[in-house]
């Protein structure tokens, strides 16, 4: 089944994103990660961010969630500007409007899926109860199940309910199938597909696999630091049909 044409009028932009760069020094060698990208991300809106390993996606994101500052441009969230933030500003604005979802899960073993989530909803300010986050990624009957006891496609989808348990206002993905096969990683889809489209939390999600592209309103390519294409994507799937 083919979904809607994407969003054909975007409302505000969350994200703007103004000839940003980034330069790593170590000793004499310097690495430009990102060459002046321009870019926003709209409230409600999927994008896909593909590209190479070391094409700038992760350093990209990063910068984004307020885990790292540009060397240079600017960076908006709504209409406040991130790369005049504090230390303690960036740390507040994480907690109050960033989720983030990684490759690699990063739960507390000692503790159960419930409780994982748990851990987010108790620093919050608004947060939905870790029982409805985990129920809305299809876990509501492995509450009480460690992480040891759960499959990698499962404790992926415990990482995506804490991450929307605090109700983000975006949520960043990188990379969150990488560690997955087919199967599991099209549940996990599954699951960021439906924050978006059912709580309209606006979705990054960094892959290398172009065939997730399907899924988005958006893709953006990025190669050597630069964005080399930004389109979007009219014939959308539900990420059941995707096939890799």
Known sequence: MTLAAPLSQPPRPVFRAEEVTRVYRTGAVEVRALRGISLNLYEGEMVVLLGASGSGKSTLLNILGGLDRPTGGRVFFRDTELTQASEAQLTAFR?????????????????TARENV???????????PPEEALER??????????PAELSGGEQQRVAIARAIAKRPDVLLCDEPTGALDIATGAQVLEALHSVNRD???????????????????????????????????????????LSW
């Open 95 to 111: 907690r109050a409007h960033v989720g983030f979802v990684f490759q690699f899960y990063n739960l507390v073993p000692s503790l």
């Open 118 to 128: 748990a851990l987010v909803t108790e620093i919050a300010a608004n947060p939905m």
């Open 137 to 146: 990624v299809g876990l509501g009957h492995r509450l009480h199940h460690f």
């Open 199 to 241: 709580l309209g939390t606006a979705t990054v999600l960094i892959t290398h696999n172009a065939v997730i592209q399907r899924i988005a309103h958006r893709v953006v390519v990025l190669a050597d630091g630069r964005v080399v294409r930004d389109d979007p994507v009219t014939d959308r799937l539900q990420p059941s049909e």
